[in-house]
């Protein structure tokens, strides 16, 4: 196992875009993780509006400095927003972050099956998230939707290698 994990992190100069589809994959897996962990404690919070779970999360912060910047510039749109945490989006970022992890996991071990299904749900979700962003125009969601969309080609690059053997 230590001999694998060694490998694993070494630089590979022969194909540096297949060592990045690997540090995309762990990536998505911790990222993962962390949406179903945070889907859990989203859980906790049902029915309270958003602002009231940011103050909860920030009081700290409030307390050691009332002028942080941060908290100032995000508190003012969510305390004019009437939405509240639901099931559905607790829900929603714990199933994404453990297909996330799971198909990651899978592509890492180097699984040929997970190939196109996990691709398939990637396009999936890009094109929901394509479709969110002309909403919202959120650069956030732009910069993680063109992090999917870099891992999606890194993915199908990586499977038309293993299955051509190119």
């Not at 100069?13 to 962990?37: P, Q, T």
């Not at 920030?58 to 945490?85: C, G, K, M, N, Y």
């Not at 919202?136 to 993680?144: G, K, P, Q, R, Y």
């Amino acid at each position: 196992m230590g001999q694998r994990v060694q490998n694993f992190f070494r630089v590979n100069s022969v194909d540096i875009l297949s060592d990045v589809f690997h540090l995309g994959l762990v990536w998505r897996i911790v990222y993962g993780v962390f949406k179903v962990f945070v889907g859990f404690v989203l859980l906790h919070f049902h029915g309270m509006a958003f602002f009231d779970v940011f103050h909860h999360f920030t009081a700290h912060e409030l307390f050691e400095d009332r002028s942080d910047p941060l908290i100032h510039l995000i508190e003012p749109v969510l305390l004019r927003s009437s939405l509240t945490v639901t099931y559905f989006l607790a829900a929603y970022i714990m199933f994404w972050g453990a297909l996330d992890a799971f198909f990651s996991f899978w592509l890492l071990r180097g699984k040929v099956w997970a190939y196109p299904l996990a691709s398939t749900l990637m396009a999936l979700f890009i094109v929901y998230q394509t479709f969110r962003f002309t909403h919202t125009h959120s650069a956030i969601l732009l910069f993680f939707t063109l992090i999917d969309v870099s891992i999606l080609a890194l993915t199908i690059r990586e499977y038309r290698k293993k299955v051509l053997h190119l």
